[in-house]
């Protein structure tokens, strides 16, 4: 199935991605274009070899682009991988050791307790608050002038902001979403990248200027959601019959199915920061782009309008999917998943050390030589019933594989399914001409300057 690399002057709607580069970089050179912007940091010879494999003095390397590898890493011998040094700098000041976080005996308690929170019957009586929002933002755009402009990116992170925090902590009670976004990007901006400093043995004791820069978010995170948790708490002590059925209720509440132990203080704490973080901003980046796509496909974007207005149930919006899935494909909200081997081990019969930096990324996973026909370019019918089968469980990830695969995929889909299928209803979105779409990695996959577009009635 292999593809040719596509050529500067093609003529058909290449959604926006950096071509794959030629340039030979030295160790520094690609961890500071790693740090800068990973996804513009790859050559060709990352879309189209199944493994690189390098020994540098910073570290070993490994990146894994054949899916048995991923396989191997993520699954077979997956215990013998412990999410990144990197990672872990990066997400550990906000995240403390919540489920993204930990390892261990603690991963698989936490896991195990917040597996349930998870399961159909909850998702199920949260699509109504999902509605609910995705309506009032809907409202909001139908009191505009037909074509008024507005920066998708940030209305769907509002949404997807406002959905989270509903479903954790009810209505009414949630920080303001204007300096939580602010905070949050102060955090990623700050934090969201790997430091080149750090990489190359700045000891962690030492604070970079991006640390210093981070505190005030931090602080401000730390301070609201600790009022949060301990109002719930005492709530709870007093009538837990009263208590509002969310996620806060339920991380306070569920029992360890394998010894009924509760989660401890700062498993709560860890775990509301963790929902808050994965749980909204991964979402509203993809409905994001996929909004993009469908103005720049227009053909689908009539085809999904069609299916929206004849059917209700999300289950049955097949386009819908197949649009979401090609979408997640192009623009992976995780565009990287990294490991740390803890031991030795052979993959894809290259053997490597203990502490071998161990990449595999999404991003560029999807948009493979190897693995895809024309990757670059926007074709939902690949997952389409008959095809989607063809495609390996391990070429595609988006939510990641194995027993650390994201717990959050129902939900999200379910929520981006149903502020999608709202949207199309009522609203066609065009793309304003002359902007420059940058698909930025921050730990997430953000466009970096919005996505701006016009809003019209149907
Ligand atoms: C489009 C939306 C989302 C995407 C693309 C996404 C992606 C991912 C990926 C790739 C992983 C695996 C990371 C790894 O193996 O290193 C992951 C893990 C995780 N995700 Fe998501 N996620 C999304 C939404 C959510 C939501 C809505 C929540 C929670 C409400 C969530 C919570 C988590 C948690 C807690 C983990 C860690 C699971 C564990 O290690 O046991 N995610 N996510």
Redesign the pocket.
């Known amino acids: 199935m292999a593809s040719v690399l596509p050529l500067h002057n093609d003529t058909r709607v290449r959604p926006a991605a950096p071509f794959p580069h030629n340039r030979k970089l030295s160790t520094l050179g690609v961890l500071r274009e790693m740090s800068r912007n990973p996804v513009a940091a790859f050559g060709t010879g990352a879309y189209t070899l199944p493994y690189a494999y390098a020994r540098t003095w910073v570290q070993d390397f490994l990146m894994v682009n054949d899916p048995e590898g991923v396989k191997h890493v993520?699954l077979d011998n997956w215990s013998n991988y412990a999410?990144s040094i990197q990672?872990q700098r990066l997400t550990r000041p906000a995240l403390g050791n919540?489920?993204?976080n930990a390892e261990g005996a603690s991963?698989r308690f936490q896991?195990r307790v917040?597996a349930p929170m998870f399961q159909p019957r909850h998702l199920a009586a949260f699509a109504p608050v999902m509605t609910e929002a995705a309506d009032e933002t809907l409202a909001a755009w139908s009191a505009l002038p037909d074509g008024s402009e507005i920066d998708a990116a940030e209305a769907m992170m509002h949404l997807t902001y406002e959905i989270?925090s509903r479903t954790l902590f009810s209505r009414g009670v949630a920080m303001n979403f204007g300096k939580m976004a602010s905070a949050l990007a102060l955090y990623l901006e700050t934090q969201g990248r790997v430091s080149v400093l750090r990489t190359i043995g700045l000891p962690s004791w030492i604070p970079t200027w991006d640390d210093l820069r981070a505190r005030a978010p931090l602080a401000y995170f730390r301070k609201e959601l600790s009022q949060l948790v301990a109002a719930r708490r005492r709530q709870l002590d007093a009538s837990p019959a009263d208590a509002p059925h969310d996620f806060l209720t339920l991380l306070l509440s569920t029992r360890d199915p394998e010894g009924g132990a509760l989660f401890g203080e700062a498993e709560v704490f860890d775990n509301v920061m963790?929902?808050v973080f994965?749980?909204?901003e991964?979402?509203a980046n993809?409905l994001a782009w996929t909004l993009y796509l469908l103005a720049l496909h227009p053909q689908w974007d009539v085809r999904l309008a069609e299916e929206v207005h004849n059917e209700s149930e999300v289950e049955r919006l097949v386009l819908t999917r197949m649009v979401l899935e090609e979408s997640?494909r192009l623009y992976?909200?995780?565009p990287i998943?990294s490991r740390d081997s803890i031991g030795p081990d052979t993959v894809g019969g290259i053997e490597i050390r203990a502490n071998t930096s161990v990449m595999i990324s999404?991003w560029v996973l999807h948009r493979h030589r190897l693995l895809w026909n024309e990757p670059d370019y926007f074709d939902p019918d690949r997952f389409g019933p008959g095809r989607r089968e063809s495609i390996h469980r391990f070429a595609y990830?988006?939510?990641?594989a194995g027993p650390?695969?994201?717990?959050?995929?129902g939900?999200?889909l379910q929520?981006?399914t149903i502020i999608l299928s709202a949207i199309l209803r009522q609203f066609r979105l065009e793309l304003l001409p002359g902007q420059a779409i940058e698909p930025q990695a921050r730990l997430t996959l953000r466009p970096r300057h919005g996505i701006r577009m016009r809003v019209h009635r149907r």
């Not at 990830?397 to 990641?400: A, K, R, W």
């Not at 650390?404 to 995929?409: D, E, L, Q």
């Open positions: 993520l999410k990672f919540g489920l993204v991963w896991r917040a989270i963790t929902f994965a749980g909204h991964t979402t993809a997640l992976p909200p995780a998943i999404p990830l988006p939510f990641g650390r695969v994201c717990i959050g995929m939900f999200s929520e981006a």
